[in-house]
């Protein structure tokens, strides 16, 4: 707490002033301290989920493209009690770092995307959020017809391994320079 008794009114405005200047180098210093920190690569900040292009970004952001003009939102109720295969499912829906334990009892939005790198002729897959509140609680990949549901860092390992394998592939068929005669 600060008390001035000065009786001269321009010693209060300096006084004021000078109060003024000193909060703002603190609140500057303050700033500069803490932009000098970084927050981990995964720990990507979130604002909100409030339209189609924040879906698609959220899945962008963790390695597949989708078709915005496949997009749809339904409403789906999670349930109270749990049994042993949506406990399961929960499991899946870890993997994406949310859970769905606080949205027991609650309706969420259920967005679904086409992810057409995963699809093939036979099944198309889908990039599905769950949204309560305008932030994400759960997210997976679902194959329809079949109904296979997927976690996004399990499908997204097994697709780096496969371009890892395909560029060793790519690699080892590749003829080297010295095979070809120079002229």
Same mark, same amino acid.
């Given at each position: 707490?600060?008390?001035?008794?000065?009786?001269?009114?321009?010693?209060?405005?300096?006084?004021?002033?000078?109060?003024?200047?000193?909060?703002?180098?603190?609140?500057?210093?303050?700033?500069?301290?803490?932009?000098?920190?970084?927050?981990?690569?995964?720990?990507?900040?979130?604002?909100?989920?409030?339209?189609?292009?924040?879906?698609?970004?959220?899945?962008?952001?963790?390695?597949?493209?989708?078709?915005?003009?496949?997009?749809?939102?339904?409403?789906?109720?999670?349930?109270?009690?749990?049994?042993?295969?949506?406990?399961?499912?929960?499991?899946?829906?870890?993997?994406?770092?949310?859970?769905? !334990? /606080?949205?027991?009892?609650?309706?969420?939005?259920?967005? +679904?995307?086409?992810? &057409? $790198?995963?699809?093939?002729?036979?099944? *198309?897959?889908?990039?599905?959020?769950?949204?309560?509140?305008?932030?994400?609680?759960?997210?997976?990949?679902?194959?329809?017809?079949?109904?296979?549901?997927?976690?996004?860092?399990?499908?997204?390992?097994?697709? !780096? /391994?496969?371009?890892?394998?395909?560029?060793?592939?790519? +690699?080892?068929?590749? &003829? $080297?320079?010295?095979?070809?005669?120079? *002229?």
């Amino acid at each position: 707490m600060f008390l001035f008794t000065v009786t001269k009114p321009g010693l209060r405005q300096t006084g004021a002033l000078a109060l003024c200047a000193a909060c703002l180098c603190g609140t500057v210093a303050a700033a500069v301290r803490f932009a000098g920190q970084s927050l981990p690569a995964s720990a990507a900040v979130q604002t909100g989920i409030e339209t189609t292009q924040d879906i698609a970004d959220y899945f962008t952001g963790r390695g597949f493209d989708t078709d915005l003009s496949s997009a749809a939102v339904d409403k789906v109720k999670i349930p109270r009690k749990w049994d042993d295969s949506f406990a399961a499912f929960d499991g899946i829906v870890q993997e994406s770092g949310l859970s769905l !334990a /606080d949205c027991k009892g609650k309706t969420v939005e259920k967005w +679904t995307l086409l992810c &057409p $790198e995963l699809s093939t002729e036979a099944n *198309d897959t889908y990039c599905v959020l769950l949204v309560y509140k305008a932030r994400p609680v759960g997210a997976y990949l679902l194959q329809k017809p079949g109904g296979e549901v997927s976690g996004l860092v399990t499908t997204a390992e097994t697709m !780096a /391994d496969a371009a890892r394998e395909e560029a060793v592939q790519e +690699t080892a068929a590749a &003829p $080297e320079a010295a095979d070809f005669p120079t *002229d």
